[in-house]
Every structure is written in structure tokens, then in C-alpha cells.
């Protein structure tokens, strides 16, 4: 069956501590969708304690267990209830990933005395003072834990970079001093080097630290017996520590599946990328959601044929985790770029149908967004979408990119999943499109499975259906009265 994945959280899921069991209440329903796997939000306790989204990164190993940042849980819930969702998840047959920020940690326990230099935040290769003592918040020692899983204590020699002097009470960007020590290599060039994102910059050149990280993603999954990591941030992270920490994983436990968050359109730097981290792992396809972004803001000025255009989809198809939004991508978060309504079903469609790619479907697409900027849930959409992906989307697949303003495509179906589908997608008005589906359709009778159109398409003797959509829509053309669940 084909692949699907759900990340199942957005920025403003309902922190009551429910998380965990509503998802565990969900699990069966998910694996009767079509749903293979389910990214979990991180859950380790972050700075921020019940309120932290788990990207502020504190104790990776308080998992909801111990009374830090103010509270035993975390946003999501319990260790307990944590351990039980991942257990009745995979009893429904989905694969749980586990997001894992390994780049920063915030909310240290104690500030440090330590030598750093200023730098330009424009380009930290340039340094904006002379060096000397700052106080950082840089000492983690964890004191509720006391030191049940680990006792590995973490000081200003473990971290290359914090945003904050408590001597001066000023921010900025500081590079912590010390033997042979800089910002790493092998992380994006932007900003000249972007090792620093945020929080204290944790030096994975340091080899303690590797040892430590290396113990804990032991742990974690050992405990939590998840199926895969979703690693943030990794442009932040040198290459060659993420490539032999997967490398590591992927050896030691079977079928370990790792995807990570590259966040750049920039279609070189992701084949630099991979290639610097020996292809040992999956990234998301930025650049084909900037391409849905674009093509949702422009409408009928964009050309459809160029929709996947040095995507990572095309580019790199065993590599390519597709999305259309996620939670940074939402309205008003950090990397805000939100896919416009009218735009989104068929950006669903495109990863959900295409042979390329490991479609991930966004919880607030699916359920919507509550909050300041609420957004509607289009779960009867993607829930078709997802239908005629679970049955409809298998063999071959034959472009019919015929003019910039309507595209589509044919999966001709396999041993296993014999039934063709014809795809349909238009950015301006009603048009069809004639596809060939085999002599062995000829005479049969195909419906929109979508619903956006009504009418009937016959398959003529040759093989080939005149095959409809609306204008800014998208049809899913099905043949009438196949029963398959
Ligand atoms: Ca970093």
C-alpha cells in the first residue's frame, strides 16, 4: 500500500495535556484512511514547560515524567500517556516518528562565566567587538531529574553560541571561545554561517556531546520503541554529525526511517546535501511548497506545468517528503507561507496521486487551526483525497501537461491495485482533457470521485476518456461501481 504519513499537530494544538489520548483514540480511524505513519510533535520537555510546542528544547529526557519548567507534563501530556499512544499506534499498524530538535537548548538551570566574542547577526563571520567574559545561560544539570537516565551535565564547553549577556543585559549573538573552537562547519552558508538558530547552540563537534546524543537516541528508543526520527533543523546541525548519528541508528535498529527539515528552496543546496550526508536520509520538499504558495497567490498567471519544477519530488523521488503546509508555515509563524484555500485541494492532490514523494498531510489542513488566525479543516476534501490514494494511485503515471493552465495525469494501476485513475487539475476555468486508460476500459462508465464534477465520462473503444474539470479545481476520475474498501 502506498505510503502516507499524517503530522498530526499544528503550532496552536490544544495544550489541555490531551494530546497523546486523543491520538491514541484516533489510531484505528487513521489506519482505516490510509494513513501508514504519524509524525509526533517533540516530546521532551522544552523551555517554555507545558506551554513550549517541544521545539525549545530543555531535558531530552523528560518526557512528561519529572516536575521541571513547572510541570510533570508536557504540552501534549504524560510520559505514560506518551508511551501508551506510540504502543496502541502501531497495534493499528501505523509507523510513529518522533520530531527531535538536537540543534538548541533553552531554559538552562544556571548561568556561566565564560570567554565569548560578538558577532555580526548578518554574517557571523564577522565579529562586531572584542572578546571577553559574558554570563550565558548555558548550565544544564537538570536538578528534579537527578540524574535517572543520564547524569551527563552540560556546560558552556558544550555549546558553540548563546543570544544573551547577563553582565550587560544585552542581546545578541555570542560565539563561545575556547580551544579550537567556531561556529561548525557543514551547516548552510546563509547569513555566512548559520550554525546559530536560537537558545544556547549546542557544539556537536565536541566529543562528549556526540557520546551524550548518541546515549540518549539509545534511550529514546529503546523507551519509546518509535519507528523514526524527523530531525529539525538540520541546516543548523554539521552535516557530517547528522550523517553518521542516521548512519548509527539506521544500523543498529531495522527499517529506522529518518526524514529532517532542511528549510531551503534553493534546489543546489539540497543536492549539496544530500550528497554531503551520503543520501542515508529523507528531506522535505521545500521548493514544491514555495511552488503551491506561488501558484495559490497567483491563480491563473501561473503556469501549471512548471508546478514541479526543481522540486525534490523530481529531482530526487526516494528522497522527497511532499507537503503543502506545516506548522511553521502556518499564518504567523515563523516561516509563514501559507497555501491559499482555493489552491489547496489540489496541492493535496498532487502529492497525494503522484508516484513520486512520501506525502505528508498537515493536521491543520485536516482538522483546521484554532486560535488568532483560525483556519477551516478540510478533512472531507483530503479525506477523498486519501481514498483514491490508498486505491487509485499505484503503476505507472503518464504527464498530460497540456497548458499552463491545466495539467493532469494517469496512474495506470498494478498487479496488486489494478484500477486506473485520471487526475485533473485547472488553475482558471473548465476544460478537459483526453487520456489514454487502455482498450481494457474501453465502454466502462468513470465518476469524479472528489465530486467537484458531475458529469460521466465513457471510455471509448481506443482506450482514451474525455476527462473534466472545473475551473480552480481538481477531479479524480474513477471507474463507477468498483467496491473496494
Ligand atoms: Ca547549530
Known amino acids: 500500500m502506498n505510503k502516507t504519513m499524517l503530522q498530526g499537530f499544528n503550532w496552536f494544538t490544544s495544550g489541555d495535556g490531551q494530546f497523546y489520548n486523543r491520538v491514541s483514540d484516533y489510531a484505528w480511524t487513521l489506519k482505516d484512511l490510509g494513513f501508514t505513519g504519524i509524525w509526533l510533535p517533540p516530546a521532551f520537555k522544552g523551555a517554555a514547560g507545558g506551554y513550549d510546542v517541544g521545539y525549545g528544547t530543555y531535558d531530552l529526557y523528560d518526557l512528561g515524567e519529572f516536575d521541571q519548567k513547572g510541570t510533570v507534563r508536557t504540552k501534549n501530556g504524560t510520559k505514560e500517556e506518551y508511551l501508551k499512544c506510540i504502543w496502541v499506534l502501531k497495534e493499528a499498524g501505523i509507523k510513529v516518528y518522533a520530531d527531535v530538535v538536537l540543534n538548541h537548548k533553552g531554559g538552562a538551570d544556571y548561568k556561566e562565566l565564560f570567554k565569548a566574542v560578538r558577532v555580526n547577526p548578518d554574517n557571523r563571520l564577522e565579529e562586531i567587538e572584542a572578546p571577553k567574559d559574558i554570563e550565558g545561560f548555558t548550565g544544564f544539570n537538570f536538578p528534579n531529574r537527578k540524574g535517572k537516565y543520564s547524569e551527563f551535565v552540560w556546560n558552556f564547553n558544550h555549546f ?15 560565539k563561545i571561545l575556547g580551544d579550537n573552537k567556531s561556529w561548525s562547519q557543514g551547516v548552510s552558508q546563509e547569513k555566512g554561517n548559520y550554525d546559530y538558530l536560537m537558545f544556547a547552540d549546542i557544539n556537536h563537534d565536541h566529543p562528549d556531546v556526540k ?32 550523517r553518521d548519528f542516521v548512519k548509527y541508528l539506521q544500523q543498529k535498529y531495522e527499517g529506522f526511517y529518518v526524514f529532517a527539515e532542511y528549510w531551503s528552496a534553493n534546489t543546489g543546496s539540497k543536492d549539496n546535501y544530500l550528497y554531503q550526508t551520503d543520501y542515508e536520509f529523507d528531506l522535505f520538499d521545500v521548493k514544491l511548497h514555495y511552488n503551491f504558495y506561488e501558484a495559490s497567490l497567483q491563480g491563473e498567471h501561473f503556469d501549471l506545468r512548471t508546478i514541479f519544477d526543481n522540486s525534490l519530488m523530481i529531482n530526487h523521488p526516494f ?29 493535496y492532490a498532487m502529492i497525494l496521486m503522484h508516484k513520486n514523494g512520501f506525502p505528508c498531510v498537515f493536521a491543520g489542513d485536516y482538522f483546521g487551526i484554532e486560535g488568532e488566525h483560525p483556519q477551516p479543516g478540510k478533512k472531507d476534501t483530503i479525506d477523498k483525497l486519501l481514498y483514491c490514494r490508498k486505491n487509485f494511485a499505484y503503476g505507472d503515471q503518464d504527464d498530460y501537461f497540456i497548458n499552463s493552465n491545466c495539467i493532469g495525469w494517469v496512474r495506470q494501476g498494478d498487479n496488486e491495485y489494478p484500477h486506473p485513475s485520471a487526475t485533473l487539475f485547472s488553475n482558471k476555468e473548465d476544460s478537459m482533457i483526453s487520456m489514454y486508460l487502455g482498450e481494457h476500459q474501453a465502454n466502462k462508465t468513470y465518476s469524479d470521485y472528489t465530486g467537484h464534477h458531475l458529469a460521466k465520462v465513457i471510455i471509448n473503444e481506443a ?11 481538481v477531479s479524480i476520475w474513477i471507474e463507477d461501481g468498483i467496491n473496494i474498501k
Open 319 to 347: 528522497h522527497a517528503v511532499t507537503f503543502v503546509d506545516n506548522h511553521d508555515s502556518q499564518p504567523d509563524q515563523a516561516l509563514s507561507s501559507w497555501v491559499e484555500d482555493w489552491f489547496k485541494p489540489l496541492a
Open 160 to 174: 558553540s553560541g548563546t543570544d544573551y549577556d547577563d553582565i550587560t543585559k544585552e542581546s545578541g549573538i555570542y
Open 211 to 242: 557520546e551524550e546524543l548518541y546515549r540518549w537516541a539509545d534511550w529514546y528508543i529503546q523507551e519509546t520503541r518509535v519507528d523514526g526520527f524527523r530531525l529539525d533543523a538540520v541546516k543548523h546541525i554539521n552535516d557530517y554529525f547528522v
Open 463 to 473: 482506450g482514451y476518456g474525455d476527462f473534466l474539470v472545473h475551473g480552480q479545481s
